[in-house]
């Protein structure tokens, strides 16, 4: 390993955003859908993401115990109720805290390799 190698994998764990929430695949991909559509009713997240009912919710409560997300009940125009989940003001502000972590983050990796 180079010592510019070194200096790149320390800036690299220095700087890389840490959010435990985010590191599976499953609820940053819910967090990049509600980002970009701000709600989504649960049964179409659920087929988005090919989940079972119970996966998808463990995956949420993991997101709403941090108050990135919340769920609730409405009534459909059918009259049926219908579970929808939106992303928080706090997850919002939070997530693109992430993102543009990461963005930087990978930039500096994309710099770093045209040196």
């Known amino acids: 390993m180079k010592k510019d190698d070194g200096d790149l ?38 087929k988005l993401l090919k989940l079972t009912p119970g996966n998808l919710d463990h995956h949420l409560k993991r997101l709403e115990g941090a108050n990135y997300v919340k769920t609730y009940k409405k ?25 543009t972590n990461l963005r930087d983050v990978l930039n500096n990796i994309v710099l770093s390799s045209e040196k």
């Open 9 to 46: 994998m320390d800036k690299t764990t220095q700087t890389l955003p840490s959010n435990e929430l985010f590191i599976t695949s499953v609820r940053l991909t819910i967090m990049i859908l509600l980002f970009n559509h701000k709600k989504i009713n649960f049964t179409e997240l659920q």
């Open 75 to 99: 009534l459909s125009s059918l009259r049926r109720p219908l579970t929808l989940v939106e992303i928080t003001p706090y997850g919002k502000k939070s997530f693109k805290e992430y993102i």
